[in-house]
């Protein structure tokens, strides 16, 4: 084992990409032994056919749009992204010590066949897929969420955007909770809560999230390797939220100052 890490075997489940690096590093430089199932991003394509089925199609092409827009707007906020980088001392770089296993999908034989293998002490999921109820009930170990965003009030995506949306900042944060089968509604282990700065918009919310958060989803991992899980009560409104469509994006920006 590692000077000065805490012993256990924690398999981080992702889609990959910089917010979920933030929170891989920050295990890594406290667990022995991280292990990342990583997923290939999900098809535009499935996303659109899965949200026009919920949503109408005009909206699920308005969304994409928008993720559209907040993927190529990254570029011109890469200094404010430094800057959030080296406020809360954390690195996006990936780590070499880490091995990492490439998967098809969480929900598929061949991870849960690596699942079995790696006998992890925890689970920690960050940007990943769903897990199936057959998946859910194949873990024998806790499994732990990582949602940028307050819950119940904010769960879904954009939680950071919407609360400001709704001039509710005092619920701008991150919530660390246990998985069940419900979209971020199992139980809240732990929250962070911040404040965005003027320069930030969609394109950077979710990185302060994460980056500030990071000792929330280490505090949970230790508690689950103690055997220490207990869930806070939280009150609140719950709500699941997606991506703006366009126009909706426009026009908050536009009308209330929020990007």
């Known amino acids: 084992m590692s000077e000065g890490k805490r012993a ?8 990959g990409g910089r917010n979920p690096q933030i929170l891989i590093n920050a295990l890594a430089s406290r667990f022995s032994e991280v292990v990342v199932l990583q997923e290939p991003g999900e098809p535009k394509s499935v996303f659109v056919k899965r949200r026009a089925r919920k949503l109408g199609w005009p909206v699920a092409l308005g969304q994409l749009v928008t993720m559209v827009a907040s993927k190529f707007g990254k570029r011109w906020t890469e200094g404010r992204a430094r800057a959030i980088l080296e406020t809360y001392d954390v690195t996006d770089t990936p780590n070499a010590d880490v091995q990492t296993i490439p998967i098809p999908s969480i929900n598929t034989p061949d991870a849960l066949r690596h699942v079995t ?35 119940p009030q904010y769960r879904g995506l954009m939680g950071g955007y919407w609360a400001r949306v709704n001039r509710d900042e005092e619920n701008f944060g991150a919530t660390v909770h246990l998985v069940d089968a419900g979209v971020d509604t199992g139980g809240i282990l732990y929250q962070a809560r911040m404040t965005p700065a003027k320069a930030d918009t969609m394109h950077t919310y979710p990185l302060l999230q994460t980056a500030a958060a990071t000792g929330i989803a280490v505090q949970a991992v230790e508690d689950a390797l103690a055997g220490t899980l207990r869930p806070i009560a939280v009150s609140g409104p719950s709500r699941q939220w997606y991506h703006p469509p366009v126009w909706t994006w ?10």
């Open 8 to 15: 256990g075997r924690v398999v981080v489940v992702t889609a």
């Open 117 to 151: 293998q790696l006998s992890p002490d925890v689970v920690f999921l960050v940007s990943c897929r769903m897990l199936s109820a057959k998946t859910l009930a194949a873990f024998t170990c806790p499994v732990i969420n990582f949602h940028a965003g307050i819950n």
């Open 250 to 259: 426009v026009w908050n920006g536009l009308t209330r100052g929020v990007w």
